[in-house]
């Protein structure tokens, strides 16, 4: 599921970092403007990861269009505004959630006596198996 938001990117002046401020959702920064839209999108996913595991939906997000920098912000004479700009961030949500939580937990689960005989006989990775056919299940979310 791939989302997108809009974002300001406010540069500093005498600086190269960024203030990034997202309409519909909140603010980080960013060190460089790499950095920043790295950053922007690891806030959008941290942001955004709650919503898409508990099946809540999601914010709206406002669009782009008609979106401007906005002049008379707070702190706006930090802000170099010829340098700043308006864009939209994306990230695919569901890789983000796969790629955040790769850590494995331990998880008893029970199977009947002749599978359990049929995996040891085979050497059959019960773990890898489940987790290769939950990662099936999860991709067609």
């Given amino acids: 599921?791939?989302?997108?938001?809009?974002?300001?990117?406010?540069?500093?002046?005498?600086?190269?970092?960024?203030?990034?401020?997202?309409?519909?959702?909140?603010?980080?920064?960013?060190?460089?403007?790499?950095?920043?839209?790295?950053?922007?999108?690891?806030?959008?996913?941290?942001?955004?990861?709650?919503?898409?595991?508990?099946?809540?939906?999601?914010?709206?997000?406002?669009?782009?269009?008609g979106l401007e920098i906005n002049e008379n912000i707070e702190f706006a004479e930090e802000y170099d505004f010829e340098k700043s700009f308006t864009s939209l961030v994306g990230l695919d949500i569901a890789e983000y959630t796969k790629l955040a939580k790769k850590q494995t937990v331990r998880r008893n689960v029970s199977i009947p006596m002749y599978l359990n005989e049929y995996a040891k006989r085979e050497k059959i990775n019960v773990s890898r198996l489940i987790t290769s056919l939950l990662e099936e299940k999860f991709e067609e979310i």
């Fill in 1 to 65: 599921m791939f989302l997108t938001y809009p974002a300001h990117f406010y540069k500093l002046k005498n600086k190269d970092m960024y203030f990034i401020s997202f309409p519909d959702l909140g603010a980080t920064q960013g060190n460089s403007i790499e950095d920043s839209i790295e950053m922007a999108q690891d806030y959008l996913g941290t942001y955004l990861q709650e919503y898409y595991e508990k099946g809540i939906e999601m914010p709206v997000s406002s669009g782009i269009d």
